[in-house]
């Protein structure tokens, strides 16, 4: 199961990962300046799903959003409690992210489902569009490629998703795509953001 693997592959490395790029300060400006503007819209619950080292969760938080992170790799869970005590962060996974319905305003996945197999990727988004409120937010961070198709990343084998497949995805997930942002760096694979809002129901 594709969750199992990715679990033992980023616990193998937790350490490694958070003291590479568990910082705003590594992250991209455009990227700081997205999420920030999304957030600054929200007022509500928040959930970061698949937080890893809970620096983007501290982000929101800095921003007076009420955001908790959750992942089910526990050591991050462990470093991002010690590291951001005043955040709150629990182990849960991203099919079940242990809250009832419609209570949460927004979720933020950044690159938090880039790992799943294209058969599961329906089923997250499915809880997602489970968590949040009719109105709420996703904000969806992940590769973009012209096809579906798997790479070689360097924790564990991830995917590239066309804008097109992914919108659709969210579509039949309950959603309504309202932006696309799209942006490739020299040497870099080319990233997306989508940001949709739950749709009555």
Not at 39 to 45: L, T, V
Not at 57 to 67: E, S
Not at 81 to 102: E, H, Y
């Amino acid at each position: 199961m594709t969750a199992n693997r990715v679990r033992e592959a980023y616990a193998e490395r937790a350490e490694e990962y958070t003291r590479l790029l568990g910082s705003i300060a590594d992250t991209h400006e455009l990227d700081q300046q997205l999420v920030g503007h999304w957030a600054r819209e929200i007022q509500g619950a928040v959930i970061d799903a698949g937080c890893g080292p809970g620096h983007w969760t501290d982000f929101l938080n800095k921003l007076g959003v009420d955001a908790e992170g959750i992942d089910h790799v526990p050591a991050f869970i462990r470093n991002a409690r010690m590291r951001f005590p005043n955040v709150p962060f629990r182990a849960a996974s991203l099919v079940d992210l242990g809250v009832n319905d419609g209570s949460a305003t927004a979720i933020l996945s950044w690159y938090s489902v880039i790992h799943l197999a294209p058969t599961e990727l329906q089923s997250v988004l499915v809880e997602f569009a489970r968590c949040i409120a009719p109105g709420g937010s996703l904000l969806l961070g992940f590769f973009e490629g012209d096809t579906v198709e798997p790479f070689a990343h360097a924790v564990t084998t991830a995917y590239f998703w066309p804008i097109g497949k992914m919108s659709a995805k969210l579509e039949i997930a309950g959603f309504q795509v309202d932006s696309v942002h799209t942006r490739t760096d020299p040497g870099k694979r080319p990233h997306a953001a989508i940001i949709a809002h739950r749709t009555d129901v």
